[in-house]
């Protein structure tokens, strides 16, 4: 006999009870492996912000500070900036290859 949907799935519920396991597994993994590794190279609020501008790539700085939620002068000390350019009282970000 075929199993019946019951008429009280939420789909939207379901998908967020696993999204929150895969949270709470990812959390128990990140614990493990800072307590077995070197001291990660970047910390999360960098690794945010190269996933933003990665994915805006030439993203202006404001548009990164509206993103985040931060203000401007925090966010000036995670980014090397570059000039807009078309104006010049902005900046814009982009991701570069590593600096030595």
Known sequence: M???ISSSFDPVRA????????????????????????PPYLSVSQLRVMYIVDHENGIRMRALTRLL???????CRLVDRRPCPDS????????TPRRT
């Open 15 to 38: 998908a967020a009870r696993q999204a929150r396991s895969i949270a709470e597994l990812l959390d128990v993994m990140w614990e493990q492996d800072r307590n077995d590794g070197p």
């Open 88 to 95: 010049r009282r902005e900046v814009t970000l982009c991701v």
């Open 69 to 75: 939620g931060a203000s401007p002068p925090s966010v």
């Open 2 to 4: 075929p199993e019946r």
